[in-house]
Nanobody, 120 residues
Framework: VQLQASGGGLVQPGGSLRLSCAAS????????MGWYRQAPGKQRELVAG???????NYAQSVKGRFTISRDNAKNTVYLQMNSLKPEDTGVYYC???????????????WGQGTQVTVSS
């Protein structure tokens, strides 16, 4: 199983970016999916999460600005980021809890990370 993240880049304050993360491989089902970020010198933190039913949760710092969504048919999770601020800068990682078959347990997988830089 692999998670491939894309969509990062350099954007000015107030701008928008959309991150995507596609899971591939032997997948029976995907439970929760989420986005984390890690700023220089700081610990990795949860930005947003979404379960298989579409229930979402967000870090307080991004509520009202970021929207997480998923396409279950494509095993893909998205993060729409609007009104970006310099403090949103960091490496963004996608994460998914994946079940590979009816007889296996749930395992956590991580994408490779994509850099988001918010700067004028």
């Amino acid at each position: 199983v692999q998670l491939q993240a894309s969509g990062g880049g350099l954007v000015q304050p107030g701008g928008s970016l959309r991150l995507s993360c596609a899971a591939s491989g032997s997948i029976y089902s995907i439970n929760t999916m989420g986005w984390y970020r890690q700023a220089p010198g700081k610990q990795r933190e949860l930005v947003a999460g979404i379960d298989s039913g579409g229930t979402t949760n967000y870090a307080q710092s991004v509520k009202g600005r970021f929207t997480i969504s998923r396409d279950n048919a494509k095993n893909t999770v998205y993060l729409q980021m609007n009104s970006l601020k310099p403090e949103d800068t960091g490496v963004y990682y996608c994460q998914a809890n994946i079940i590979m078959s009816m007889t296996t347990g749930k395992y956590s997988y991580w994408g490779q990370g994509t850099q988001v830089t918010v700067s004028s």
